[in-house]
């Protein structure tokens, strides 16, 4: 298998060579000058000497894979679906578009759209309504005194699996929608499958 290089050397160092190069340095004398290996060295000049330019020739490599319309409608089914998987958009494209594209070149073009892919937070859920009443009564207690908490009793409950596990819930989302509802794993559970324990402590002053 053909070594792959490694870095790209600027143009001014590609042209530093090939200044040397046309002065009539020997390529034992460049390598001291410049400090760049013999190997870099023998190609920048072989490059020049084929295609008389210093930079890449523009549209060379790989082409892409994707048009903008395939790109397009990936976008547009992670905004219909944030929890799609890329297997999923992968069989879609397949049977919509008649076209093959890998899982690793699906999950490229949402990056490039700065969505990246999370586990969702486990919430407990809650509807608009009780959200709505949850944030007023927040601000209502918000510029409370510290010796104000002192006087309450604290409940705190977590929930358990008796049967299974809820296991990792992945969401496409930006950075800036961490905190959105819509990115949160709230699902109910049947009460057969789950067990809440609560617990409560208090401040006793002496």
């Known amino acids: 298998m053909a070594s792959r290089k490694k870095n790209e050397y600027t143009n001014d160092l590609r042209k530093l060579v090939i200044n040397h190069f046309l002065n009539g340095d020997s390529k034992r004398e460049i390598v001291q ?24 020739i523009i549209d060379r490599g790989r082409k892409r894979k994707t048009t903008a319309h395939v790109d397009c ?47 969702a937070k486990k919430k407990s859920y809650i509807n608009r309504l009780n959200r709505t009443k949850r944030l007023e009564y927040a601000r ?39 905190y959105q509802y819509s990115m949160y794993n709230s699902n109910y559970q049947a009460w057969w499958r789950k067990c809440d324990v609560l617990g409560m402590f208090f401040i006793i002053r002496g």
């Not at 578009?97 to 490229?108: C, G, M, P, V």
């Not at 299974?164 to 496409?172: P, T």
């Open 33 to 56: 000058k410049t400090f760049i290996p013999r190997t870099s060295i023998l190609y920048i000049i072989a490059k020049y000497k084929s295609t008389k330019c210093l930079g890449n």
């Open 140 to 178: 209502a207690y918000q510029k409370k005194p510290l010796g104000f908490w002192n006087d309450l009793i604290w409940l705190d409950k977590s929930k358990f699996n008796l049967f299974g596990s809820d296991g990792k819930v992945m969401v496409w989302r930006t950075p800036k929608e961490e």
């Open 73 to 119: 409608c990936i976008r547009r089914k992670l905004n219909t679906n944030r929890r799609i998987s890329s297997s999923t958009i992968k069989v879609e494209l397949q049977s919509e578009l008649s076209i093959t594209i890998s899982e690793s070149a699906i999950k490229r073009r949402p990056h490039e759209a700065a969505f990246c892919g999370r586990v």
